[in-house]
């Protein structure tokens, strides 16, 4: 049986995830990426070969993603987060579709045709607003985990919006809020709201809607406030906090074009074709 | 690996042309031997050199000082004098570097910007570079004139160019006082001469990148630029595009790639990102994709300049420039563009101080890229604060857009098999 991977090197966690030929997920990892990049990356891919039952020989490619995708060195070819995402979603549901992506520090959108072929991208200004970030601070204020924002939220029974797109003043605001008699659950729904309001800003949404990335793994509502707000609704896959190593195995398995720097050099199995070249 | 870049030679007669500009505006201060006029890029630089001012340009000296990326020290200084931080950060890096008392044209023998006699504008850029000329004017107490622009103009009117006709005429008078000397109009048609012969040049140049592989990048045309925004109506410019073109049309004939292994071709649109040039530059080429046109450095075309019809032809050339336009206009002539230069995408600067060189943010590049049937791609940034700049998600953004006309390209390749 031939496997492939992917490990996913972001700014907070690293992913990593092993699959068979047919996409099948065999075994995956989550680690805190830490400092050392190489390290977290070494360490995620251990495990999930260790979940899989199998080891790195086993492996037929393993190909790396997200922010820290130079950094895995044993990788064989790189992929963007932006192709990653959308080729994972694309396994799952058939397009043209959107892809939502919000994880630790940035947000994507990335539109696909019905052939899961990129037709744009959008990423987050250089900002915490729109990203997971803002809902570690919105916690913090109201003196909870990130994780536990989700159950307060399902008490909510008042609508109200934040008015700060500044992840900082919504922090602030919020204080102002609680002093005010404001329901920490009221509260941390309307983070929520700010949080879609920013995410849904960036693009048009005009097909089937996926979301993946760590925020909507663990955070139901953001999903459900995405569907409300767009009128469809929004499918999440499996595993989409792993989606983006999702995407880097089956661009492994697929041979995709390793475009990245050192695209000519042997790390990559395909480099990027010439004018009037026809791979 | 792909092979080294190879750098142009007339990066040296480059350097020698602009540090002779540099150190004549120096000694016409030092000595007093001419008056000193400030003009913004794209304001009428060749009256002012037929009235024999020697003519400095701040946006020249912003973008200075962010290449050299110092323009963020100087930032927040004028931000303390209540010069936003959401406004022109060419403003507000000069202003800033004014008020530190530091400048990069002390490596030409100058003690700071030069100090104007006269400030002369023209707002079909923007706003922003009259309040620049009018905070100098007040710390100096010297005239601010200048030529306010019809903006977002459709189809170019006659009435809009008879107005800056009046306009630019109404200069004279001031400017003469200021000089102390009547207007030649034999010294103004020589000036209206040398920019436009410079302007063919430079346009010539330019289009030397229409050739595949391109011997030319947008990078290098941002430097290579100088000339054709501190010379415009001196002789020297037309000199220099004399050189850089035999040179670029050798390479055509020769092979030599701006970017070796070129295989992607893109068009950029807005403001540089003047302190990350060769990050940017060294990224899309590791690539093997290159910035062919854009329509920054295409601004300093001025075609209809017209030595024998002086001010009806500088004030078209005002009115008709590409940033004071529409987006209708603009849609059209980025087209052209796209299909002059047969491009596979573009780039679109979201430039966050300079919402009129922006032009991403009423709809556009969706528009262009359904009409054109190409992609594009946008990305934040900032022509001098580079707060506003992420390398790491610029870098993921460029790379995402390479593979996405990768894919792009190799899928056409299966389907045409």
């Known amino acids: 049986m031939r496997r492939y991977a992917g490990v996913d090197s972001g700014s907070w966690n690293t992913k990593a995830v092993v699959i068979d030929h047919d996409g099948l997920v065999l075994g995956t990892s989550v680690v805190r990426s830490g400092a050392d990049l190489a390290v977290a990356a070494e360490r995620a891919y251990a495990e999930a070969l260790a979940r899989a039952g199998c080891e790195a020989a086993d492996i037929s490619a393993v190909w790396s993603t997200g922010f820290g995708r130079d950094a895995v060195a044993f990788a064989d070819g790189s992929r963007t987060e932006l192709d990653c995402h959308g080729r994972g979603a694309a396994f799952h549901v058939k397009g043209p579709l959107v892809v939502i992506d919000i994880g630790g520090q940035d947000a994507k959108v990335i539109r696909l045709d019905a052939n899961g072929h990129r037709l744009s991208h959008r990423m987050n ?38 008015s700060s797109f500044c992840t900082v003043f919504a922090g602030t605001e919020l204080l ?6 404001r329901r920490p659950s009221d509260l941390a729904m309307a983070a929520y709201r700010s949080l879609m309001k920013r995410v849904i800003a960036m693009d ?9 990335g760590g925020v909507v793994a663990y955070h139901p509502t953001m999903v459900a406030l995405l569907s409300e707000a767009l009128h469809v609704e929004v499918t999440v896959p499996p595993h989409p906090q792993e989606m983006g190593a999702f995407g880097a195995a089956l661009a492994a398995r697929d041979g995709a074009v390793s475009v990245g720097p050192g695209g000519d050099d042997a790390r990559s199995s395909r480099s990027l074709p010439l004018a009037g070249e026809t791979p | 690996m792909a092979a080294p870049r190879a750098e142009l030679a007339s990066t040296a007669a480059l350097r020698d042309t602009m540090s002779a500009y540099y150190r004549g505006l120096g000694e016409a201060v030092e000595k007093k031997t001419a008056p000193v006029a400030w003009c913004t890029s794209v304001g009428p630089a060749e009256l002012l050199r037929a009235l024999g ?8 000296h912003a973008a200075m000082l962010g290449a050299g990326r110092t323009a963020n020290r100087y930032l927040p200084v004028a931000h303390a004098q209540g010069y936003s931080q959401d406004i022109c950060s060419y403003l507000t890096s000069d202003i800033g570097a004014y008020l530190s008392g530091e400048s990069p044209l002390s490596a030409f023998g100058l003690h700071g910007v030069p100090r104007a006699d006269v400030l002369v504008f023209n707002t079909n850029q923007c706003r922003d570079v009259r309040d620049w000329f009018e905070w100098y004017g007040r710390q100096w107490n010297v005239p601010v004139i200048g030529i306010n622009s019809p903006r977002s103009v459709g189809e ?12 630019l005429e109404a200069l004279v008078p001031i400017l003469e006082r200021v ?49 054709a925004v501190v010379l415009r109506g001196a002789p020297e410019a037309a000199t220099y595009y004399g050189t850089l073109l035999a040179e670029l049309e050798e390479r055509t004939r020769t092979g030599v790639q701006a970017v070796p292994g070129e295989s992607l071709r893109l068009y950029w649109d807005g403001m540089p990102v003047w302190g990350r040039l060769r990050a940017l530059s060294t990224t899309f080429a590791e690539f093997r994709t290159a910035v062919v046109a854009s329509t920054y450095c295409n601004s300093w075309i001025f075609s209809t300049l017209d030595p024998a019809d002086p001010w009806r032809s500088m004030a078209r050339s005002s009115v008709e420039l590409f940033i004071a336009r529409s987006d209708e206009p603009k849609e059209r002539y980025i087209e052209r563009m796209v299909k002059l230069y047969d491009v596979d995408g573009i780039v679109f600067h979201d430039c966050r101080t300079c919402p009129n060189n922006t032009n991403s943010r009423y709809g556009m590049p969706r528009r262009l890229s359904e009409r054109l049937g190409i992609p594009t791609l946008m990305l934040d940034g900032d022509v001098n604060d580079l707060r506003c700049f992420s390398d790491e998600q610029a870098k993921t953004n460029i790379e995402g857009f390479v593979e996405q006309l990768a894919d792009g390209r190799a899928a056409a390749g299966r389907a045409a098999r």
């Open chain 1, 125 to 162: 200004r250089k900002c915490a607003a729109g990203t997971g970030s803002f809902l570690d601070e919105i916690a913090l204020r109201l003196g909870i985990e990130t994780a536990a924002l989700d159950v307060l939220a399902a008490q909510s029974t008042e609508e109200f919006e934040l």
């Open chain 1, 176 to 181: 102002t809020l609680i002093r005010a008699g």
């Open chain 1, 204 to 212: 048009v949404f005009d097909g089937r809607v996926v979301a993946t």
């Open chain 2, 53 to 60: 001012f020697v003519v400095h340009f701040p946006e020249n």
């Open chain 2, 156 to 167: 170019v009117t006659e009435a809009e160019i008879g107005d800056v006709t009046r306009q």
């Open chain 2, 179 to 227: 000089a102390g000397t009547r207007l030649d109009s034999a010294r103004l048609t020589t000036a209206m001469s040398a920019a436009r012969d410079a302007s063919a040049l430079w346009e010539r140049c330019l289009t030397t990148a229409t050739h595949r592989p391109s011997p030319f990048t947008f990078f290098d045309g941002t430097i290579h630029m100088g000339p």
